[in-house]
């Protein structure tokens, strides 16, 4: 029979409570006659029966919030493991080059900590890079792997993807804080970006974050579109775009600590 955390902790407690007050009470009787000192008695015996049991409840909840915090790590991990099949099976579809979405994963994260992020919103960041491009799943092959330029219907029908995508993530608690990330990297530091048109710091921090990463991987890998540029004409657009289509501050960042990023985003075990 299965029986759920808290009746098993306050079974415990009541048990343990019950013996003590009984055991404790018979102990007392037998060994003290006096009226006025067993009054005493009884009121130093409820004191150590207050500590006791307290230090009891502590042990017990935190053993019990220990465990459910293991269940919840471990269904997250889980989670994780289903989105990233997911994803591969969507670089796949999309013709991405191998590795993309866990290669931006891994500079996204190292970035944002660069950033000062972490606890829920380096969490969120991970999420939201790894899924930055779910809402293509909505979107025709024939625009998603166009060897050649679209023309201005199939852009406005690819401009449709991030509300897509945060649509989606809104729908699942645990991605919501994730969704920003998706629904905002294609905005602009100088507001000429979409779908929204947000303009500097509006944009959230963990997209304009990746951001910096997704123009690195995009233009550093061939794509169906394009080759993969040198990588010296990669960081010269990267300096070119700060403050116009990136956060000049996070360019500046990303630029600093480029050696360990690159490293990073490329080696699985760094």
């Known amino acids: 029979m299965n029986v759920s955390p808290q009746l098993r902790t306050a079974g415990a407690y009541v048990l343990i409570s019950a013996a003590w007050i009984w055991f404790s009470g018979q102990l007392l009787g037998d060994l003290v006659h006096d009226p006025q000192r067993i009054v005493l008695y009884q009121i130093f015996k409820a004191w150590l029966f207050v500590l006791g049991t307290g230090a009891l409840l502590y042990w017990m909840i935190g053993r019990t919030v220990r465990r459910l915090?293991?269940?919840?790590?471990?269904?997250?991990?889980?989670?994780?493991?289903?989105?990233?099949?997911?994803?591969?099976?969507?670089?796949?579809?999309?013709?991405?080059?191998?590795?993309?979405?866990?290669?931006?994963?891994?500079?996204?994260?190292?970035?944002?900590?660069l950033a000062g992020l972490e606890g829920d919103a380096l969490r969120d960041i991970k999420f939201g890079a790894l899924l930055h491009d779910i809402g293509k799943l909505a979107l025709p092959d024939a625009i998603l792997i166009k060897p050649g330029k679209l023309d201005d219907a199939?852009?406005?029908?690819?401009?449709?993807?991030?509300?897509?995508?945060?649509?989606?993530?809104?729908?699942?608690?645990?991605?919501?804080?994730?969704?920003?990330?998706?629904?905002?990297?294609?905005?602009?530091?100088?507001?000429?970006g979409y779908p929204q048109g947000l303009k500097g710091d509006a944009i959230p921090l963990a997209a304009r974050i990746f951001s910096v990463v997704d123009v690195w991987d995009a233009l550093s890998f061939p794509r169906v579109y394009k080759p993969a540029w040198p990588e010296a004409e990669v960081l010269h657009y990267l300096r070119d775009a700060a403050g116009s289509q990136l956060d000049p501050a996070l360019v500046q960042l990303f630029l600093d600590h480029y050696p360990a990023l690159k490293a990073l985003a490329l080696n699985p075990t760094n």
Request: no cysteine; charged share 30%.
């Open 154 to 192: 199939e852009t406005q029908v690819m401009r449709t993807h991030p509300r897509i995508g945060h649509d989606m993530l809104q729908r699942v608690e645990f991605l919501r804080g994730a969704s920003v990330v998706p629904y905002s990297h294609h905005e602009r530091w100088d507001g000429s």
């Open 69 to 113: 915090a293991d269940a919840n790590r471990r269904l997250l991990e889980s989670h994780e493991q289903a989105l990233r099949v997911l994803v591969q099976a969507m670089d796949v579809r999309h013709k991405e080059t191998s590795d993309h979405s866990e290669r931006v994963v891994r500079m996204a994260a190292g970035l944002a900590q």
